[in-house]
């Protein structure tokens, strides 16, 4: 989510959840608020806001050529 290349092998990412009051929440269409790359690493840092107020970090292990971080923009949804 939100990590971004020309050429990105994989993406493994790990996280927190903020205000989420109902699961039906957590899915939909995030919004990028704050990301950046760790110097010297593959690691990105991410935050991402939905339009129910909730609000996800995010610090991914990325691997591939040409990292940068993406648009910022993310669609999750629960596998059940």
Do not use: C, P, W
């Not at 971004?4 to 039906?24: C, I, P, Q, R, S």
Request: aromatic residues 4%; glycine residues 14%.
């Amino acid at each position: 989510a939100g990590v971004g290349a020309k050429v990105v092998t994989h993406v493994k990412a790990t996280g927190k959840v903020y205000g989420l009051a109902k699961l039906e929440d957590f899915e939909g269409r995030y919004t990028s608020v704050s990301k950046s790359m760790v110097a010297g690493s593959a690691q990105a840092k991410a935050k991402y806001e939905n339009e129910a107020g909730v609000s996800i970090e995010l610090v991914a292990t990325v691997k591939g050529a040409g990292l940068s971080l993406g648009a910022g923009l993310a669609t999750i949804k629960l596998v059940k």
